[in-house]
């Protein structure tokens, strides 16, 4: 099975900042990542997928990139709204495999 | 608008059976695989199974082979997650989710139904 880490598990930050989180894949995943904001309480929801296509609707300051085994998700400009957990996806293979997770607060 | 509306959850105690619904509406539910994740309370996402479209095509986390079955009826447009053996580490917010692999993930989920698996 895929595992996948995130880093950092959480940070703190102040609305305006430019936030970024990282997520590895044990092995090798093509493209096949997808982003996913979640707040408290609430299903998740899809940012990004194939590592940097926008899901429709999502406003254009979360971004992502990466390929193979290294992946960023950056909010370019951080908003009241966007204080939420994230997680990455991989959707190379199944069992699909999540991140743990990074919460992001208010510094 | 595309509705995923999971029922279903409930108070069980450990080794007993539950199934899980999941009624889609607003897309051509043959269209897509489905799958289920749950969330255990104060912890991250796991995915648990995943059906194709035609329901012949199931997969499983290990934690879950053999004790948790995915079936979907497409003339009713319904999810199914027949739960039996439950455990105490079963305990988790489910949701149904559209997606799968040749969806890229889940772009469509649903708002969970809860399964506390207690004595």
């Known amino acids: 099975d895929i595992q996948m880490t995130q880093s950092p598990s959480s940070l703190s930050a102040s609305v305006g900042d430019r936030v970024t989180i990282t997520c590895r894949a044990s092995?090798?995943?093509?493209?096949?990542l997808g982003w996913y904001q979640q707040k408290p309480g609430k299903a998740p929801k899809r940012l990004i997928y194939?590592?940097?296509s926008l899901q429709s609707g999502v406003p254009s300051r979360f971004s992502g990139s990466g390929s193979g085994t290294e992946f960023t998700l950056t909010v370019s400009s951080l908003q009241p709204e966007d204080f939420a957990t994230y997680y990455c996806?991989?959707?190379?293979?199944?069992?699909?495999?999540f991140g743990p997770g990074t919460k992001v607060d208010i510094k | 608008e595309v509705q995923l509306l999971e029922s279903g959850g409930g108070l069980v105690q450990p080794g007993g059976s539950l199934r899980l619904s999941c009624a889609a509406s607003?897309?051509?539910?043959?269209?897509?695989?489905m799958s289920w994740v749950r969330q255990a309370p104060g912890k991250g996402l796991e995915w648990v199974s995943a059906?194709?479209?035609?329901?012949?095509?199931?997969y499983y986390a290990d934690s879950v082979k053999g004790r948790l079955t995915i079936s979907r009826d497409n003339s009713e447009n319904t999810l199914y997650l027949q739960m039996n053996s439950l455990r105490a580490d079963d305990t988790a917010v489910y949701f149904c989710?559209?997606?799968?692999?040749?969806?890229?993930?889940?772009?469509?989920w649903g708002q969970g139904t809860l399964v506390t698996v207690s004595s």
């Open positions: 194939a590592a940097s």
């Open positions: 092995q090798g995943i093509k493209n096949d």
């Open positions: 989710a559209k997606g799968g692999l040749s969806t890229k993930g889940f772009d469509y």
């Open positions: 607003g897309f051509t539910f043959t269209s897509d695989a």
């Open positions: 059906i194709g479209r035609g329901g012949t095509n199931t």
């Open positions: 996806l991989q959707h190379n293979s199944y069992p699909f495999t």
